[in-house]
């Protein structure tokens, strides 16, 4: 990579600049620095001769190799990352004294995206939550917003935090399955626990099947301090709206790009970047006075609850813009190291047992993964603000601490570094009264386990209700242990009625009563089991439009940016409707790709030659938001001739996303029409000859009616 990539003025990729390393047209060296004469045979005792142990080249470059891997992470393995800038609104200060709040104030950033439960090599678009962690690097030092895109947690407590991810990840005895949660231990153990409903119904939506990270939301979980420069604390949620929407795939479409591009996400989020097109989420607040605390009919201190925004509206107070690919995977996007103890003056923690835990976790489990205590000293994980402090050795440090004395108080260095009044910058732990017995112990007021979980089914569409049902018979379909199941079904029952129904009958199981059942096992042995007892939904949950993909406030505003179209074509093809409607589309900031039945050059109408994107053998529809037939006669009747093509329209049609075709194209959508979809051509979201419809349906993006209407009913 050439230098002039890096002009970029942030103080964040100055810092980085010390440590990169430009390799294009230097000398090989050792990591010595001595030149490398010949890097392609090692020296031996004659040419056919044994390898001298002396070869200190050979041995050098085989150790480094041997070396390489480091553990990955125990959780949110995979992972992806790029750098960009966050800028506060004029309004943000009236919450947070912090600096990168004051208004207008633009802080370097980076931010990764992961999955939790596969491997480092797993698919993108496995079921699961998706991390969203944003390094900010202030002036103040560094603040982590260690977050995820479904705004609650399974659990309540972190001590319960080891036995859900042994759950969820692959089981211990033949480590099956990767990346999926569709298997007997997850769900054995979400069956026992109904704390974990609400977020199960949030991850059995289309929300754990992102269409891209730039299509979702961000969200804190915890309820966390703001302090503003008056020393008042207040109770904040924090959210991260996408400028983008937030989109989702189906899951039958997550299965199959898991097998064709199981890269599917980071290449997005990389060639958009390369392209131009920054994605950009806006920051927003949900924000109680302290004497508020208690007014809502659950705790802000559980973190299986939402604060429903009809009740504390967010409030917009800046904007997060990524803007830059990191230079190397590892250095950065797989040496950053998050904690959410990471804050600065004007932001301050809450008694949430789980986020308490976490604040012991994270630095922990650094220790083991980055090798040591100097992690921070990582280029990546390095601080903008000065770093002086008494801390000294360890393995790999970085830092040459310059004088005699690494204590204080110390006379010999006039008392310095020094400690910092709050005038000048030092942290204070906001002055929260605490009193109480030492006790192990659930508050009762985290015990109301389903109504949120009811209100996230009341506020779905009909399409997102499907899915959420189709999702529960795949992963309950998928436990082999019946009891499980008929567990299951007692919870979604306590949920709402009519989802334990739905997800009974593909099932082919009825509901079982609830009646003497021991629902969850959140107290010790001594405990008083009985009292613990969740209820069902209270009932009077109502909706929330931000709830649901399709109603949520987030997807006012729809266009066409950065939607990939397929236009299919075979020789002969008319050269006019392609171009046209390329033109429209990149007009709109979407992109065209040609899928033709073979790669190289497509011969068009009037001896024209175009350049083939894909091959139909290379390609397929789930990659794409909408798919387009081009004119042309002879074109359209080689098209009808391949299995692949006719599966590509067929398989766009049943993933409910636009087709359209030019006037000839229809042979082939009828050809294409698979049973129960005879609308095509002529339903919903398909057009024919209407290149102006095609841009509007794009616009409109899925058409769920036609899983509604041309699916068997579940
Ligand atoms: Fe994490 N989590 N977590 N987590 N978490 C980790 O830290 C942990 C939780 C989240 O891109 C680990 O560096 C505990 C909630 C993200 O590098 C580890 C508990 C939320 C990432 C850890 C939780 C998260 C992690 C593993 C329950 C959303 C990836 C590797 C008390 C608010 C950060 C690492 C990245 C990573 C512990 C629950 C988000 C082991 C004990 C809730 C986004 O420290």
Known sequence: MSKSTHESSDAKSRDLEQNREYGAGEFLTSNQGVRIND??????????????????????????????????????????????????????SQYSKAHFLQPGVRTPIFTRFSTVAGSRGSTDLARDVRGFAVKFYT?????????????????????????????????????????????????????????????????????????????????????????????????????????QGIQSVMWDEALQISGKDPDFHRRDLWDNIEQGNFPEWELGVQVVEEADEHKFDFDLLDPTKIIPEELVPVTIIGKMVLDRNPDNYFAETEQVAFHPGHVVPGIDFTNDPLLQGRLF????????????????????????????????????????????????????????????????????????????????????????HYSQARLFWNSQADWEKAHIVKALRFELGKVEEESVRQRMLIHLSLVADELAQRVAKGLGLEVPSAEGVQLNYIVGADADVAAHQSKPATGKEGKSAALSIEFSPVNKQKDIKTKQVAILAADGADAASIAALKKALEAGGATAKLVAPHL????????????????????????????????????VQTLRQQPDAVHFINEAYRHCKPVGAAAPGETLLKAAAYAGAEALPGGPGVSVGKPKQFIQDLTTGRFWERELTSEPKV
Not at 70 to 82: D, F, K, N, S, T
Not at 378 to 391: E, G, L, T
């Open 361 to 448: 976790s994270y630095t922990d489990t650094q220790l083991t993964r980055l090798g040591g205590p100097n992690f921070h000293e990582i280029p990546i994980n390095r601080s903008v603000a000065p770093i002086h402090n008494n801390q000294r050795d360890g393995h790999m440090r970085q830092q040459v601490n310059v004088g005699k004395t690494s204590y204080s108080p110390n006379l010999l260095n006039d008392n310095t570094p020094k400690q910092a009044k709050v005038s000048e910058g030092g942290f204070v732990s906001h002055q929260e009264r605490v009193e109480g017995r030492k006790v192990r112990a659930r508050s009762k007021s985290f015990i109301d």
């Open 39 to 92: 890097d392609q045979n090692s020296e031996k005792a004659g040419e056919r001769g044994p390898t001298l142990l002396e070869d200190f080249l050979l041995r050098e470059k085989i150790t480094h190799f041997d070396h390489e891997r480091i553990p990955e992470r125990v959780v949110h393995a995979r992972g992806v990352a790029a750098h960009g800038y966050f800028e506060a609104y004029d309004n943000a």
């Open 600 to 635: 190289g050059m497509l011969k068009v109408s009037g001896g024209e030659a175009l350049r083939i994107d894909f091959s139909l053998q290379t390609t397929a529809s789930v990659l794409f938001d909408g798919v387009y037939v081009a004119g042309g006669e002879q074109s």
């Open 139 to 243: 002036q103040e030092g560094v603040y982590d917003f260690v977050g995820n895109n479904i705004p609650v947690f399974f659990i309540q407590d972190a001590i319960k935090f080891p036995d859900l991810v042994h759950a969820v990840k692959p089981e211990p005895h033949n480590e099956i399955p990767q990346a999926a949660s569709a298997h007997n231990t997850f769900w054995d153990f979400i069956s026992v626990n109904p704390e974990a409903m609400h977020m199960v119904l949030w991850t059995m939506s289309d929300r754990a099947i992102p269409r891209s990270l730039r299509t979702m939301e961000g969200f804190n979980i915890h309820t966390w301090r703001l302090i503003d420069a008056a020393g008042t604390s207040r109770f904040v949620k924090f959210h991260w709206k996408p400028k």
